[in-house]
C-alpha cells in the first residue's frame, strides 16, 4: 500500500470533483464473466462503485463513447492483467484504448492475476512499471480489500 500513496493522493483530489464512480475496471472481453466480474462483485460488496462495462453499456449504446464517458467519470483506473488481457493489448483493440487513455493519467492500479508482471513488462513497459496489486500474493479478495482501501475518502 506504501507505493500506492501518489495514487491515494490523486484520489482524494479527483474526490472533489462531482464523479459517479470509484472505480473504472479495465478488462479483456474474455475475463468479463469470470477474474473481472468476481472483482467487480467484490469491490461492490465493499461499498466501492465500479465502471464495468458488463453492467454500464446499455444494448444499443456507442461502445467506445461510454467507455470514454467512464473513464472520464471515474476517480481511478483499475487494470485486471490477465493472460487473455495482455493477449488483447497486443492486438490493439478496445483493452488497448483503455490501457492507453489510463497510462495519460496518474490514476492506474495494476492488478496482475494469472499471470506474472515479467510478462506484463514483456507486452507493456509502462504498465509493468506501475505500482500495483497481485493475486500470487494475496486472494482475489485481499486484493478487493486493499482496493476499497485506496478510494475510500
Do not use: N
Request: aromatic share 4%.
Amino acid at each position: 500500500m506504501q507505493a500506492l500513496k501518489p495514487i491515494r493522493r490523486s484520489v482524494e483530489e479527483r474526490a472533489k470533483l462531482p464523479e459517479r464512480r470509484d472505480v473504472f475496471l479495465c478488462h479483456a472481453w474474455d475475463d468479463r464473466k469470470g477474474a473481472a466480474k468476481e472483482l467487480h462483485d467484490l469491490l461492490e460488496l465493499l461499498d466501492v462503485s465500479v465502471w464495468f462495462s458488463e453492467k454500464d453499456v446499455m444494448l444499443g449504446a456507442p461502445l467506445l463513447r461510454e467507455i470514454d464517458k467512464g473513464l472520464a467519470r471515474s476517480r481511478v483506473g483499475v487494470v485486471l492483467v490477465t493472460p487473455a488481457f495482455l493477449s488483447r493489448i497486443q492486438a490493439e483493440g478496445i483493452a488497448d484504448k483503455e490501457l492507453s487513455t489510463l497510462l495519460a493519467r496518474d490514476l492506474l492500479v495494476p492488478i496482475v492475476h494469472d499471470t506474472t508482471y515479467e510478462a506484463l513488462r514483456d507486452v507493456s513497459p509502462l504498465l509493468g512499471s506501475r505500482s500495483g496489486l497481485s493475486t500470487a500474493e494475496g486472494s482475489m479478495s485481499d486484493v478487493a480489500d486493499k482496493l476499497a482501501e485506496l478510494v475510500t475518502v
